[in-house]
């Protein structure tokens, strides 16, 4: 707090602790699901938190903005600055929200699904296993949807997004070369 | 004029950027974005000059105070990252240029520009800034305009990729916000040069929880190691400048604030224990996956990580040597970093793959561009002659004179560390442009689906060749300033230890930023 240091607690206090807390856990918790409308959710609800924490840190709540025609102590009014700041953010974050919305919709109208894949790395695994799994009951249709993630493009590889075709067999150049097979 | 040096960095490229949203013709455009990088190149050039010759200076923007106003503030280490940063900025603008890159689509064009300069508005307020929130907003601005670089033209596994990287940074900069605020309400304050000391008088615990919270949030935006996962994973989708630029520029301003925001607001006397085990993981981790790569990008971007942990290695020293490895191999890494990919870049152009296993099978592209990857090779790896022994050598001298465990772990492991960089670059080197296969090209492999923009086989126009020279040039550029890094080892290492006494003794910044009575 800026100006003098008040101990005591206030009902304010403590709603706003308790709002902002909820903010960031229902914010983070969203943010940690695999739809990507979830996760812009989330981000809205923590970019919302934070702003409510700055405002927090601006002090006491209830004073005045603005005091005129008589010599003012600093200590008197609400303090701007992070007014100022939540203000900034509020801007960044809805720009960002905006920015986020478009890459989610880009990426339906993309893939079809609006979920986040897993990356190149984690599916060059996946097929990995799959293929030892494949080996192992010596069958060619050993797993056709088990192991894998149910995400749009699962078993695909990053050459072809729509993995057609039986996905434990594959010529070299379809799949990531890795030198781990 | 003080004034005008300071601001123009930070002012020039963001009022270049609204200019050419104007829709001018694409050579303007070009001609125009040159020009202002070349212009602020030269003026962080003479803040360099001015920084070490007079000491930090400082510009209250509209003439309101520090605590109350926005400060920017230029002392070495900053001059001299800035303009390093400017220099590899404008040899990518003129890589990207001649790929053609930006011009392919004219709607891409029209983006690219505005959101590059962008990109070093943010950098450049990044390492002029002088109080926390305005920290934040510098990395918002660059963050934003990577995120628009990043998803340019992008299809499917960019956007994911480029979905990745967003989600994970917005989250770094919410916390960062965060912290912010925290920090508001416990001092008052987020004028860095006040900090320090009302930090100072906070309880242990919240202290070590806003420090720690700090290290996070700069942790995810520099790669370090258990919040990295993101940068192998984005990074290489983008087209090759800005992949370059990205690696060279973006992680290095997070290891920056980490670097001023440690010394002025949290210093200590001792080793960091907590930063030198994250430095130690960081190493190892990065160039172990790198082994484990077969994408000449991912391997790369690998390389890149584990050599965040090198910059960490002096910071967790916190004394004048250790600060100088830090700030050399920053600059080191900066140049080195950002040829190699480019030369990287190259080299797919030629092969039209990114993998190395099928590269093997390719002929193997010119003596020259192989040159062009192999002193950024050597160098990233610290074989004598070239830059980075200069700054290897700088951080394990530091290593063995602080001496005790940690010290020895960081120097034993930054000596592996550099041995294995060694062998991942030899890889590289043997599959990319050694010729193995007596008949090239003997399986007719169909070309890549996911390099197109850098690779697709065009028949050989003038304005083909015309561009493929640009880019030689803007790689060799990069590699002969990584030479030439090398070559004023000396007086770059007396500047690099000048900004590191700065550093740790932050009275001269703390004396021109607060000049009113709240000293």
Redesign the interface.
Known sequence: ??GAVDNTVNTLDVTMAVVVGGLFTIGFHL?LQRS?MR?VLG?IL??HG?NM??L??GGTPGLPPVLEGRPVDPAEPADP??QA?AL??II??F??TA??MA??Y??WR??GSDE??D???DRRIDIALQRAGADEVSGPSGAPGGPGPDDGGGPGD??D?EGGGAPDRRDD?GT?????R | MTTLLITLPVVLPLLCAGVTLLGLPGRVIRVLSTLVLTAVLADAAALLVLTDTRGPQSVHVGGWPAPLGITLVADRLSALLLTVSVLVTLAVLVFAIGQGTAEKRRSAAEVFHPAYLLLVTGVSLAFLTGDLFNLFVAFEILLAASYVLITLDADGDRTRAGMTYTIISLTSSLLFLTLVGLVYAATGTVTLAQLGPRLAELPDGLRGALALLLLAVLGIKAAIVPLHFWLPDSYPTAPAPITAVFAALLTKVAVYALLRTQTLLFPRSSVWTLLACVAIATMLVGILGALAQDDINRLLSFTLVSHIGFMLFGLALFDTTGLTGTVLYIVHHIVVQAALFLAAALTVRHTSTTGLDRMARRSPPRPLVAVLFAVPALSLAGIPPFSGFVAKLTLLRAGAWQGGTAAYALAATALITSLLTLYAMSRVWTRAFMRQDPHPDRSDTPPLKKPAPDTARRPERRTDRYGARLMTTATAVMVLTSVAVAVFAGPLARVGERAAHELLDPRAYRSVVITGEDR
Not at chain 1, 176 to 180: E, K, L, S
Request: aromatic share 4%.
């Open positions: 707090m800026t943010m990507l996760i981000f923590l970019g934070t924490l700055l927090v840190a600055l992070p700041m900034t953010s960044i974050t720009g960002l920015f986020l890459l989610a880009r990426s993309l893939s986040v894949r990356d190149v790395e990053e050459d997004d150049d990531a070369p890795g030198d781990h």
